[in-house]
């Protein structure tokens, strides 16, 4: 696959970013040119990783939230599993079976096992995983030393961010997958409207849990030997919900009201441009490697 070509652009990230949800600790972001993408730095040791997100706020994590923001996001939770699954529903062929990675609490996975798919699920946050579990599902603990068998689909919904090892994480993405299997990972893009709009109170900086921060080039850049990038496309929740993260960041009133016009802003900048607050992106293994001469 040849390198996607990347167009020259004016800087537009902040050099450093506060840790808003636990720490307040200052982290900076380096730009890294051979994927375009922002680096977090310092990257916390593992022992400390795992304190970042010990949040009441972290709502990926848990099952159940009173407050009215947390009704709000596992409501659209679920309409946004039922979207995920459309996603997969035409692919897997006889086997189906699917590797989701940062499965977070199962809902994603629990779903695609009703709808006949050999699904497991990865997720090493020991409370999520818990009530996973309690779901009757296949999860690890850890992907790293997943084997066989290969995966027809994997899929990691906003989760490549938190991976330390990038690289190897890539390389070790495409030896899971088959022949002709497909990946697709969704993430946020530096170079959205609302990014450079929030500067250093953008959500999805979300440092340090986010350690890696992409732009639609870095794809095509990272798997550029590898797989074929096929299809780049938005979520259109996402502006909102960072939108109204954001808000609450900067310390504003009428945070829900001013959500609203940001995120109907980001999608209308992402229209015009294709420079969306997220994008899904979906790759494919070729089915034939091709032979040394």
């Excluded at 992402?270 to 997220?278: F, L, N, P, V």
Aim: with cysteine; hydrophobic share 35%.
């Amino acid at each position: 696959m040849a390198v996607v070509p990347r167009e020259t652009f004016q800087k537009t990230w902040p050099d450093t970013v506060s840790d808003h949800m636990v720490s307040q600790e200052v982290f900076q972001l380096r730009y890294e040119a051979r994927w375009d993408l922002l680096r977090t730095e310092p990257v916390p040791t593992p022992d400390r990783l795992s304190s970042y997100y010990q949040s009441g706020e972290y709502l990926s994590h848990k099952d159940e939230d009173t407050s009215l923001f947390g009704r709000v996001y596992m409501m659209l939770r679920k309409w946004s599993i039922k979207q995920k699954y459309k996603r997969i529903s035409a692919l897997g062929g006889s086997s189906k079976r699917l590797l989701d990675i940062g499965c977070g609490t199962g809902d994603f996975l629990y779903f695609a096992n009703r709808s006949g798919w050999n699904a497991t699920g990865v997720e090493p946050d020991s409370g999520a995983r818990s009530l996973a579990l309690d779901k009757s599902l296949d999860v690890r603990s850890q992907w790293a030393d997943l084997d066989e068998p290969k995966y027809d689909v994997i899929t990691m919904w906003h989760v490549l961010e938190h991976i330390p090892e990038l690289e190897a994480c890539c390389k070790k993405l495409v030896d899971l997958l088959k022949p002709g299997g497909t990946l697709i990972i969704a993430v946020p893009n530096y170079r959205s409207w609302d990014a450079v709009h929030y500067g250093p109170h953008w959500a999805a900086y979300d440092v340090p849990r986010h350690l890696w921060h992409f732009s639609k080039n870095s794809f095509g850049l990272l798997f550029q030997d590898s797989l074929s990038l096929d299809d780049n496309s938005p979520m259109y929740l996402d502006p909102f919900y960072v939108a109204l993260l954001s808000e609450r960041y900067r310390g504003n009133r009428m945070i829900w009201v001013r959500a609203v016009i940001s995120g109907l802003r980001s999608i209308i900048f992402g229209w015009r441009k294709g420079e969306h607050s997220s994008h899904i992106y979906t790759l494919t293994k070729p089915k034939m490697q091709n032979k040394p001469l």
